[in-house]
């Protein structure tokens, strides 16, 4: 089998790789080599399609061969896209703007075949709702330091899985890597998942 080499500083992605049982090896881009600010108008799709691929591409910058996996996550609400928020206050309003409403999750991945030169750009997205939240469980869990690294201030499989009544969709995506689509990806490069 090829190698699988994970174009992804993220654990959470990681630890789905290893629970599907995919052997890989991980080389995320230098910090802040890539540019993850989302284009004027951009749709959350084309966004997060085009940031899976521009990582993937850099880590491939210095490979010959492999399969290299590149993957961007981010949340929207109301046409607005949220990324990772770069402080403890824009956590907060992040959770506040997320508080009672359902928003959507998008996941961008990026599969690129060096030795046959051929590259698969796909997209996932789910609809996540979210339980009214007082603003103290929101200050208490930003306090905990859990959203601060995470797209919409987040994690669905942490602390805010008490937020969150009712997904709809693939939940691995909200997580940060939608294993179904990936599956399909892999089949395209001739990789057999079971």
């Keep these: 089998m090829r190698h699988l080499i994970l174009a992804s500083a993220s654990p959470r992605r990681w630890e789905l790789l290893r629970q599907a049982g995919l052997q890989f090896t991980v ?4 910090p802040g080599i890539i540019d993850e600010e989302i284009l004027a ?20 910058r210095h490979l010959k061969e ?11 609400l109301d046409g607005c896209i949220l990324g990772k928020p770069h402080s ?11 508080s009672g409403r359902t928003h959507q999750v998008w996941t961008g991945l990026a599969l690129l075949d060096l030795a046959e030169d051929r590259r698969w750009v796909e997209h996932e997205s789910t609809l996540v709702t979210f339980r009214p939240l007082a603003l103290e469980e929101i200050d208490d869990y930003v306090s905990s330091g859990e959203p601060l690294d ?3 201030a987040y994690a669905i499989q942490g ?4 937020f969150i009544p009712r997904i709809e969709g693939c939940y691995f995506n909200v997580v940060g890597l939608p294993l179904f689509k990936l599956g399909i990806l892999l089949q395209k490069a001739g990789i057999s998942v079971k």
């Design 88 to 98: 403890r206050d824009e956590a907060m309003s992040m959770l506040r703007k997320l």
């Design 41 to 60: 108008g951009e749709k959350p799709a084309a966004a997060v399609e085009r940031l899976a691929l521009r990582k993937a591409e850099e880590c491939a």
């Design 159 to 162: 602390r805010a899985a008490f």
């Design 150 to 152: 995470k797209a919409g």
């Design 27 to 30: 080389s995320p881009a230098e």
């Design 66 to 76: 492999g399969l290299v996996l590149g993957s961007d996550t981010l949340v929207s």
